[in-house]
């Protein structure tokens, strides 16, 4: 005899069997029933959150630091528009999210009744896929349908909209095992012949070079073990987009540092010069690419992805190979240790890279009178490493410098808003991690202008008592913005600097935290160590150096071997075409 | 796959310098999408269309499988192979969305449209028409003394031409249902 149940009742029931443990939400009239039930159990540990945004970015954090689904849960009209911004995060950063929102009940539904909005229609641009569940009997189903949905092929976010009434009316309880989740079945194994012919190019190359991004590591922990295994078999070196940093590991000897547009100079000019390019897990974004006719130029390329539609959407490739990362490794380490490959003679490429590492492209003019940001980073980093450290960041100058200057030796460990750059990310993403890590250090490494964007979220960070470090980069200025200026448009800073800031230390104190505040680099160790050793959450002020910029850089329109280095001239480095780029 | 066959820099460039100039003119392409018959389905296929870019010049939907709640979509689109490939994987990816089949490159098929077409003329001009009508085998629907509607059904060129030999006689306004398309010979999809 199958379940009876409220529909309520079936949205807490299909949560547990789902193995959820954590729920990001905010209440409202039309999830009422939803959070009677919450308050009825205790399996399902439920936070809330100041914004709806910050639920969104929340359940990303977590997600991405555990490889399990972020669930969030918010109610009909305003809550569901204020999650669009993390929905839009996830999806463009394959992040896997389920969404619950509450809805009008079903008979009122295109009245323009109290809090409605077209959620489906809404976020149907920014979900993987969303249902609108108007039938209890069908709610269970399209639950465990949107977390196969979620998490099977490229991940990313999904929504169920469930109307009042839904969640009011009895129906029937299907279980996970009964769902109907076959007609989603994206292909996972790889074309064995393309495998082998990548085995064949891995071969004969001379200069071949490992492009790896975010795949790999959403393909889960063992994508990274094998990266690293073909990366001993072949003595590759190895590049990273910013969402796969930690894949392979920053200590590695074969590790160039992150590519594109702040990317090391080495990665860089070993993806133009390379005569194999390998990509694993990542898509050829305009940020990796630079000026797409020249990018590089002599080589072969091939392309290991989950999403058809990431293949030769940007850059023509040769062998394309659609299949979960993991997999399509793991049959080509197979192959080529049946086959006994060898690499070809690797010795002039690898001094032609040593060539470029020391040209020594993160090299910066420190200073003793004001604390440089990228000498923060590197304090910050070289207090914090082999902890068993977490680390966020927002958007902007301070994040790109994160990800130079802060080395990852695991997958999993470094979330960051790659494809949509959502200033605002960063604290709520560090408070997710820290729900699910509350043992390990987690730092969100930010600009003070990215922070305020949803720095209500320090009071829900207070009140679990979770002990993130809010690692603020204070330059006064949207820095990367006021660097885009200088460089693009006569140095004229229309609207790049906060004549308004709040004392941080003052506010932390407003919040219930500890507020530290640091403007000396004498002082910034002993800073950095108060802020590490503080068993609570904590906002620390680093006043920097206001208008360093980021560099290297490769301006907007121009190839991978025409980056700029930070002491060279920048005037008329961006053409006219380039400056319609963003 | 002899990867070792492939010339170094055969993937020189972007795609979108890829192809010699001829390769990068538009094409016209005819495909069929099966789907899931399930509330916005057709917003989403449209959604995409819409919010990347691509062109639809027509697009047919109804449900085919009643049973099994399949839908037939049949979109007409324009663009460079490239763009063509994007859409083809674009429409795969979408979670209701069965099989993709792009007729032009596939298989043998016939396309089919059906237009109304009124036409408002009098004395040699009504004849004309009348005798035009049953050289293109369409059918008169409704008449007046003053009009006819004719129902014609077609390849989108025929009903094109017919629409353009109308124009001098009259042409009021037409309706066209936009191409269903289906391969020929006895194998189905
Ligand atoms: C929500 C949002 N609005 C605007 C932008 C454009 N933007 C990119 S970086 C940046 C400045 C960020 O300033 P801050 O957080 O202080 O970081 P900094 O660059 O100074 O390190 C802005 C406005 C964005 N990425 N996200
Ligand atoms: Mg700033």
Redesign the pocket.
């Given at each position: 005899m199958a379940k009876q149940m409220t529909g309520a009742e079936i949205v807490v029931r299909a949560l547990k069997d789902q193995g959820v443990d954590v729920v990001f939400g905010y209440p409202g009239g039309a999830v009422l029933p939803i959070y009677d039930e919450i308050f009825k159990q205790n399996d399902i540990r439920h936070i809330l959150v100041r914004h709806e945004q910050g639920a969104t970015h929340m359940a990303e954090g977590y997600a991405r630091s555990t490889g399990k689904p972020g669930v969030v849960l918010v109610t009909s009209g305003p809550g569901a528009t204020n999650a669009v911004t993390g929905m839009t995060d996830a999806l463009m950063d394959s992040i896997p999210m389920v969404v619950l929102t509450g809805q009008v009940p079903t008979f009122m539904i295109g009245n323009d009744a109290f809090q409605e909005a077209d959620t489906v229609g809404i976020t149907r641009p920014c979900t993987k896929h969303n249902w609108l569940v108007k039938d209890t009997d069908r709610l269970a189903d399209t639950i465990h349908k949107a977390f196969h949905v979620a998490t099977h092929g490229r991940p990313g976010p999904v929504l169920i909209d469930i109307p009042k009434d839904v969640q009011f009316a009895r129906g029937t309880y299907t279980e996970p095992k009964d769902a109907r989740t076959e007609t989603y079945q994206p292909r996972t194994e790889g074309d064995a012949d393309a495998i082998e012919a990548v085995v064949d190019l891995l071969e004969e190359a001379e200069r071949p070079i490992l492009y790896t991004g975010g795949g790999v590591i959403n393909s889960g922990p063992q994508a990274s073990r094998l990266l690293r295994e073909l990366v001993a078999e072949t003595g590759a070196p190895v590049t990273s987009t910013l969402m796969g940093l930690g894949a392979y590991p920053a200590s590695g000897a074969n590790w160039l540092g992150m590519l594109g547009m702040h990317g090391t100079y080495e990665a860089n000019m070993a993806m133009h010069d390379c005569d194999l390019m390998v990509c694993i897990g990542a898509r050829f974004d305009d940020r990796i690419t630079g000026r797409t006719d020249a990018f590089s130029p002599m080589s072969r390329k091939v392309h290991i992805d989950i999403d058809p539609s990431s293949i030769n959407k940007n850059i023509h490739v040769d062998i394309p190979i659609v299949g979960d990362v993991g997999r399509v490794l793991e049959v080509l380490l197979e192959r080529w240790r049946a086959r006994g490959s060898k690499t070809g003679d690797q010795s002039a490429w690898w001094s032609q890279i040593a060539a470029w590492k020391a040209v020594d492209c993160l090299r910066y003019q420190p200073s003793q009178k004001t604390i440089k940001p990228q000498h923060a980073i590197e304090r910050l980093e070289a207090l914090t490493r082999g902890m068993d450290r977490y680390v966020t960041t927002?958007?902007?100058?301070?994040q790109m410098w994160a990800a130079q200057f802060m080395g990852f030796d695991e997958p999993n460990r470094w979330m960051t808003s790659g494809g949509l750059?959502?200033?605002?990310y960063g604290l709520p993403a560090s408070i997710g991690v820290q729900i699910a890590h509350p043992e390990s250090l987690v730092v969100n490494v930010?600009?003070?202008?990215?922070?305020l964007?949803v720095m209500q979220e320090m009071c829900t960070a207070v009140q679990y008592r979770l002990p993130v470090k809010q690692f603020i980069?204070n330059?006064e200025?949207?820095?990367?913005?006021r660097q885009w200026q200088e460089l693009l448009h006569g140095e004229r800073y229309s609207h790049s600097y906060s004549e308004a800031l709040p004392d941080f230390v003052k506010l932390a104190e407003a919040f219930g935290c500890k507020g530290i505040h640091c403007n000396d680099p004498a002082d910034l160790d002993e800073a950095i160590r108060e802020m590490l050793a503080y068993d609570g959450p904590v906002i620390f002020d680093c006043l920097v150096e206001k208008h360093e910029n980021c560099f290297p850089m490769i301006p907007s329109g121009k190839a991978h071997n025409e980056m700029l280095l930070g002491e060279a001239s920048t005037e008329g480095a961006i053409d006219a075409g380039g400056a319609v780029l963003v | 796959m002899n990867a070792l066959a492939l010339k170094k820099g055969a993937s020189k460039k972007s795609a979108y310098h890829l192809r010699a100039p001829v390769e990068e003119k538009e094409e016209r392409h005819c495909l069929t999408v099966l789907v899931d018959n399930e509330p916005g389905v057709l917003a989403r296929v449209i959604g995409l269309f819409s919010g990347r870019g691509y062109n639809i010049e027509s697009l047919t939907v109804a449900e085919t499988d009643h049973l099994g709640h399949r839908s037939r979509i049949t979109v007409v689109t324009t663009g460079t192979p490239m763009v063509i490939e994007q859409i083809k994987a674009q429409l795969g990816r979408l979670v209701p969305v069965h099989d993709v089949h792009d007729l032009t490159v596939e298989s043998a098929h016939v396309e089919r449209e059906l237009a109304l077409v009124k036409v408002a003329s009098q004395g040699n001009e009504r004849v004309e028409a009348l005798r035009l009508k049953d050289a293109f085998r369409a059918r008169v629907v409704d008449s007046t003394l003053a009009s006819f509607v004719f129902e014609l059904t077609g390849s989108p060129e025929k009903i094109d031409a017919f629409i353009e030999l109308m124009r001098p006689l009259g042409l009021v306004e037409v309706a066209r249902t936009g191409v269903a398309a289906i391969t020929r010979g006895a194998e189905g999809m």
């Open positions: 927002e958007v902007g100058q301070h750059g959502t200033m605002g930010a600009g003070e202008a990215s922070w964007m980069l330059n200025r949207l820095g990367m913005v | -």
